[in-house]
């Protein structure tokens, strides 16, 4: 487009290019002193025009196929504040990568089962006498459904307890042993799967060491799981360990 443009304003440059050659050197032609009004404005006026020409046909900006998604993970030029780089920062860590990884699930001698989704930080680790906090939904494993394939919740910190937390000392008969054991080495933000056998939920019910529903529906599933195999899957999220 460009090239075009110089092409079509190349007969007005030589039209001026001629006419200086033709009086020659501006000092020594006799009509410059009365004229150079007249050659300053013809100037400008190519000039002008050229300009006026050059921005009707120009050729609007284009992102050069460039995939604008690709741009989110560049910094945010003007960002002073660092907000848009702090919601990057808190969407990664809601779902970091490690939470995709497929990890097998670790038999222990007791009956115990777990499978770790997210390792945790921090230097403190569940261990007898720890005090914790977790978030965790309790799910009949034998009242698996098409939308709840590991089993049907009874219980869940959410909607069960006032701040959505399960609090309890490692040790202390508050909670399930087998519970305790398999969240055994879990560190603050740790996220694992925890399969209880059906003995252990029996006699952790006989103990009274298992949550206990709130809801209509968690009460009625919490006494029909031990009509059946009791078999308990607890999904547990440390948020707080000292």
Known sequence: ?????????????????????????????????????????????????GI???????????????????LKSLPVQGDDS?????????????????????????????GVAYREYREGKGAAVVEPGSKVAVEMTIRCKSFSTANDPGGVKYYSTKEDTDF?????????????????????????????RIELPSTMVFAAKKANQLPLPTSKDGKRRFENLFK???????????TRVK
Not at 62 to 67: F, H
């Open 164 to 192: 959505n937390e399960y609090a309890f000392t490692v040790g202390s008969g508050e909670a399930p042993p087998g519970l305790e054991e398999g969240m055994m080495g879990m560190r603050r933000g740790g996220l694992r």
């Open 82 to 110: 660092g907000g848009a780089t702090r919601l990057r920062q808190i969407e990664a860590a809601k779902n970091p990568a490690s939470d995709q990884v497929d990890k097998p699930w670790e038999d222990l001698t007791s």
């Open 1 to 49: 487009m460009k090239i075009c443009a110089t092409l079509l304003l190349l007969p007005f440059v030589s039209a001026f290019q001629a006419s200086s050659g033709r009086h020659g050197i501006r000092q020594s032609h006799p009509l410059m002193a009365h004229g150079d009004g007249q050659s300053d404005g013809r100037r400008v006026f190519l000039s002008s025009a």
């Open 52 to 70: 006026a020409f050059l921005s009707t046909i120009a050729p609007t900006a284009a992102n050069a196929g460039i995939d604008p998604s690709a």
């Open 228 to 238: 059946t195999d009791a078999t308990l899957l607890f999904e547990v999220m440390v």
